[in-house]
Nanobody
Framework: QVQLVESGGGLVQPGGSLRLSCLAS????????MSWYRQAPGKERELVAA??????????NYADSVKGRFTISRDNAKNTVYLQMNSLKPEDTAVYYC??????????WGKGTLVTVSS
């Protein structure tokens, strides 16, 4: 059974930092491209950051709104992908979802973790 379990969300003040983690099980993690998405209230889900699989060199990509503030990384030995979020803004408030994709038939989602940026 495939599971992606996010953790690390919470309440943080503007300018603060959080690190999200996503632990994967039931998949050959190193073969999967991993991504973080987010969905704010009343808005569509959007891609935040992505990292290719180990074989493709772990290349990263970011939404323009988070470039220079967020960093995605992966630890294939721990089956975990991370999202380090710095200089958080109120507009970063959202539910953050982990996604693992090998192909269109093997595309999995976590249940999300809530990040609230507020003073």
């Amino acid at each position: 059974q495939v599971q992606l379990v996010e953790s690390g969300g919470g309440l943080v003040q503007p300018g603060g930092s959080l690190r999200l983690s996503c632990l994967a099980s039931g998949i050959t993690f190193s073969r999967y491209a991993m991504s973080w998405y987010r969905q704010a209230p009343g808005k569509e889900r959007e891609l935040v950051a992505a990292i290719t699989n180990a074989g493709d060199g772990g290349i990263t990509n970011y939404a323009d709104s988070v470039k220079g503030r967020f960093t995605i990384s992966r630890d294939n030995a721990k089956n975990t992908v991370y999202l380090q979020m710095n200089s958080l803004k109120p507009e970063d408030t959202a539910v953050y979802y982990c996604n693992g994709r090998l192909n269109r038939w093997m595309d999995y989602w976590g249940k999300g973790t809530l990040v609230t940026v507020s003073s």
